[in-house]
């Protein structure tokens, strides 16, 4: 078995200094998830274990927010051989834009990349009900929530580091004076 966190450490997925989080929360600890993308031989493998949770689940679709967690959830989908959706950002949330559209009573599978607060999940699971679809479970790649957010309905993770985030107002590393990075596209 692989130890998914010295392989996130050797190929710089775990980052330690002083992050801006796409949340507006401060950490210490930042999960850039595309350099896990660009190394397939590692990735495919978590991608299929991810997948592998729900083999033999009743689900119809698999949906994921934009960005990363598209990437993921067309991954997920393409294993389990089911239909990939997208939920992008709108005013007030996110949606099915571009022609995805969902049937009542269709059970949809979430899958996002990085668990930090929960809130694009959420937005997903909105957007599924608005359809009177069915969110059936959560999958993420990687969760670093706090405290894990209780979205109704079961959630699996393939790796879980509980990282401890901050209010700016609040953030011990800025009373340090550490300089604030903004990885990535947040």
Request: charged share 25%; glycine share 10%; aromatic share 10%.
């Amino acid at each position: 078995m692989i130890d998914i966190e010295k392989m996130f450490k050797e190929i710089g997925v775990i980052k330690e200094g002083h992050f801006l989080l796409h949340s507006g929360l401060h950490s210490g600890i930042y999960f850039e998830k595309f350099r896990l993308i660009e190394h397939p031989e590692y990735a495919i493998p978590l991608f299929e274990l991810l997948a592998s949770q729900f083999e033999g689940e009743p689900i119809d679709t698999v949906a994921g927010p934009t960005t990363g967690g598209s990437i993921i959830a067309f991954e997920v989908a393409r294993v389990l051989r089911k239909r990939c959706i997208i939920a992008e950002k709108v005013e007030g949330g996110r949606d099915f834009l571009r022609g995805f559209g969902l049937k009542p009573d269709e059970n949809i599978l979430v899958v996002d990349d990085v668990l930090t607060t929960g809130a694009s999940v959420k937005d997903v699971i909105s957007a599924i009900k608005r359809y009177n679809a069915n969110p059936y479970a959560v999958g993420v790649l990687i969760d670093r929530s706090n405290e894990i957010p209780d979205f109704g309905i079961p959630l699996y993770s393939v790796y879980r580091k509980r990282v401890e985030n901050f209010n700016p107002e609040d953030c011990p590393l800025c009373k340090l004076g550490v300089p604030l990075t903004k990885p990535g596209g947040v």
